[in-house]
C-alpha cells in the first residue's frame, strides 16, 4: 500500500527558480509519482500543470505561522480528515507536530537541508538560540530524518545527541531532464551575447548572491581566484557570474575586464553548456551545494574549495572535480586552468546514483 504523505512546505517553492527551492520541488514531484502525497504550503506558492500530487497553497506568508494557533488547527484538520501515514516538515519550524504524532497516529520525518541552527548563527540572526531549541525537538521526536550529507549527520549526533538509526542520507538529487544533453548552439550564443573571443576559456559561478556564503564566494573569486589566472601567461579567459543582483553590483563587478555578471538568467542550462569550468570557492554555509550537482549533471568539470565540494562522491575526485585546500587560491587556479585543457566526461554512475527517481525508491523503503 502506497504511503499517504502530507508535506509541509512553508515557504515558496513554486515556481522554482533557485537550488533551495528546486530542491523541494523536485524532492516532492518524484515523491508524489510514488506515494499519495499531498503539499500544504504558503499562499505564494503557484499551482503547476503536471503536478504529481495535490497541492494546497493556504499557509500564511510569514514565520509566525510556526506558532499561529490558526495555522496549527489547519494543519491538525486535515491530518485528522485524510488519515495521513507520514508527515514531512520542511527544516525543522513545524516541529511542533510531534506532540500530536502519537495521537493522531502517523510517523514524522523531518527534511533537513542542513543544521539550521548553525546557518544562522553564522549569519548572525538573533534568534538562532529559538532555532536550535526547535531543531533539537524536531531531531529528538522525529521517526526519520532525511539529512543531505554524511556531514550533518555527525553533527546533528554530536550537537543533539540524535540517534543515529533514525538519520537517513538523502543527497541532492538530479531529475531527468538533468542527464547530458547539451543544447544546440549554446556555446555560440553565449559567447555571441558577451562579445567573447574564440580563444577565450569561460569559467563559471552561479548562486542565490543574496546568500552570504556566496557572496563570499563572489568575492573569492575577484579578490583571491582572478589574481591568481591573471598570473597565467598566455590564458584568455572571462570570469561569469550569473545569480540577482543590483544594478549597482553589477556594475562594480564589470568594472573588471576579466568579469561578466548577468544579474539573474532565466536559462542557467545556457551558460552550463557554454562554460569551460564551474567555480565553487565556497568557504561557508551548511547543508550540500546543489550548484556542484546542477553543474556536474550538465556536464561541467569543477574547481572547488574542499568545503564546497562535501557531499560529492569520491569518484568524482581528481575527474571531474578538483579540489584545493581552504583559502589555498594558488591551487584553486591551477585546477580550474587544468580542467578548462580537457573536457571529461559525467560518469553514468552519477546519474544512476544521484536521479531523484532512484533515490525515492530507495528511502521509501526505509520509511516504516
Same mark, same amino acid.
Given at each position: ?10 515557504? @515558496? ?19 508524489? @509519482? ?11 506558492? $503557484? ?24 495555522? =496549527? ?16 516538515? $520542511?527544516?525543522?519550524? /513545524? ?15 523531518? /527534511? ?25 525537538? #524536531?531531531?529528538?521526536?522525529? !521517526?526519520?530524518?532525511?539529512? @543531505?550529507? $554524511?556531514?550533518?549527520?555527525?553533527? &546533528? ?45 569561460? %569559467?563559471? %559561478? ?29 590564458? *584568455? ?11 549597482? !553590483?553589477?556594475?562594480?563587478?564589470? =568594472? ?7 544579474? %539573474? ?6 551558460? %552550463?553548456? #557554454?562554460? !569551460?569550468?564551474?567555480? *565553487? ?12 550537482? $546542477? &553543474?556536474?549533471a550538465n556536464g561541467l568539470s569543477i574547481a572547488a574549495t574542499s568545503f564546497a565540494a562535501e557531499g560529492l562522491p569520491d569518484y568524482l575526485t ?7 585546500? *581552504? ?5 584553486? &587556479? ?7 585543457? @580537457? ?26
Amino acid at each position: 500500500m502506497k504511503q499517504k504523505i502530507l508535506s509541509v512546505v512553508w515557504y @515558496k517553492v513554486l515556481p522554482a527558480h533557485f537550488g533551495g527551492q528546486q530542491g523541494i520541488a523536485i524532492f516532492n514531484q518524484y515523491l508524489g @509519482k510514488l506515494t499519495d502525497l499531498t503539499c500544504v504550503c504558503s499562499c505564494n506558492n $503557484e499551482k503547476e500543470a503536471g503536478l504529481s500530487y495535490n497541492l494546497i497553497p493556504e499557509l500564511p506568508v510569514s514565520k509566525s505561522q510556526f506558532i499561529n494557533p490558526l495555522v =496549527r488547527n489547519k494543519i491538525i484538520n486535515l491530518i485528522k480528515e485524510n488519515k495521513y501515514t507520514h508527515i514531512i516538515i $520542511e527544516h525543522p519550524y /513545524h516541529a511542533w507536530l510531534a506532540d500530536y504524532k502519537n495521537k493522531l497516529n502517523f510517523k514524522l520525518i523531518v /527534511h533537513a537541508h542542513n543544521i539550521e541552527y548553525l546557518r544562522m548563527k553564522e549569519r548572525r540572526k538573533w534568534w538562532w538560540r529559538w532555532v536550535k531549541h526547535t531543531e533539537q525537538k #524536531a531531531f529528538s521526536k522525529a !521517526d526519520h530524518i532525511l539529512f @543531505k550529507t $554524511e556531514k550533518d549527520i555527525k553533527l &546533528a549526533v554530536s550537537l543533539f545527541n540524535t540517534d543515529s538509526t533514525r538519520c537517513l542520507l538523502l543527497p541532492y538529487g538530479i531529475a531527468e531532464k538533468s542527464w547530458y544533453s547539451p543544447i544546440p548552439g549554446a556555446r555560440e550564443m553565449i559567447r555571441l551575447n558577451h562579445n567573447l573571443l574564440p580563444e577565450e576559456k569561460i %569559467f563559471l %559561478f552561479a548562486g542565490t548572491l543574496d546568500y552570504e556564503p556566496n557572496k563570499e564566494a563572489v568575492d573569492n573569486i575577484i579578490h583571491n581566484v582572478l589574481p591568481e589566472l591573471l598570473k597565467k601567461d598566455g590564458l *584568455n579567459f572571462k570570469i561569469i557570474i550569473c545569480g540577482k543582483l543590483s544594478k549597482k !553590483d553589477i556594475q562594480l563587478l564589470n =568594472r573588471h575586464p576579466n568579469i561578466i555578471a548577468t544579474g %539573474f538568467v532565466s536559462s542557467i542550462e545556457e551558460y %552550463f553548456y #557554454a562554460t !569551460d569550468v564551474f567555480l *565553487n570557492p565556497v568557504l561557508s554555509g551548511s547543508g550540500v551545494q546543489t550548484k556542484n550537482f $546542477e &553543474a556536474v549533471a550538465n556536464g561541467l568539470s569543477i574547481a572547488a574549495t574542499s568545503f564546497a565540494a562535501e557531499g560529492l562522491p569520491d569518484y568524482l575526485t581528481d575527474t571531474k572535480v578538483l579540489i584545493s585546500p *581552504n583559502n589555498n587560491w594558488k591551487t584553486f &587556479a591551477e585546477n580550474a586552468i587544468t580542467l578548462s585543457q @580537457k573536457k571529461q566526461k559525467t560518469p553514468d554512475q552519477f546519474y544512476s546514483d544521484f536521479y531523484w527517481g532512484n533515490l525515492i525508491t530507495k528511502i521509501l523503503t526505509k520509511l516504516t
